[in-house]
């Protein structure tokens, strides 16, 4: 079984930055993949991007290409979500989530607003 806690949301103003953690305990699989994903008010939920138990990191949402970046602390099994240059758009719920197995986390709400 794994447990993963997102933290870091808060109000932020446009253009600022912010650093989400997701830390993770339990019973890992050998492999795994931890996805940081987003959703917005009354939008579906959006997969950002991924981190690799290797350490290897993806992108995938163009919308956060060049403002966003993943990194990983294995010492502290926690997987970090820097967002830099923040938009209203980015206002949304951001989970993590650990497969196999999807497990998810609560969630920590991003605010971006002046």
């Known amino acids: 079984q794994v447990h993963l806690v997102e933290s870091g949301g808060g109000l932020v103003q446009p253009g600022e930055s912010l650093r989400l953690s997701c830390v993770a305990s339990?019973?890992?699989?050998?492999?795994?993949?931890v996805a940081w994903h987003r959703q917005a008010p009354g939008k579906e939920r959006e997969l950002l991007g991924h981190v690799h138990s290797k350490g290897l990191t993806e992108f995938l949402a163009d919308s956060v290409k060049g403002r966003f970046a993943l990194s990983r602390d294995a010492t502290k099994n926690t997987v970090y979500l820097q967002m830099d240059d923040v938009r209203p758009e980015d206002t949304a719920v951001y989970y993590c989530q650990l497969n196999p197995g999807e497990y998810w986390g609560q969630g920590t709400v991003v605010t971006v607003s002046s």
């Open positions: 339990g019973t890992f699989p050998r492999v795994y993949i």
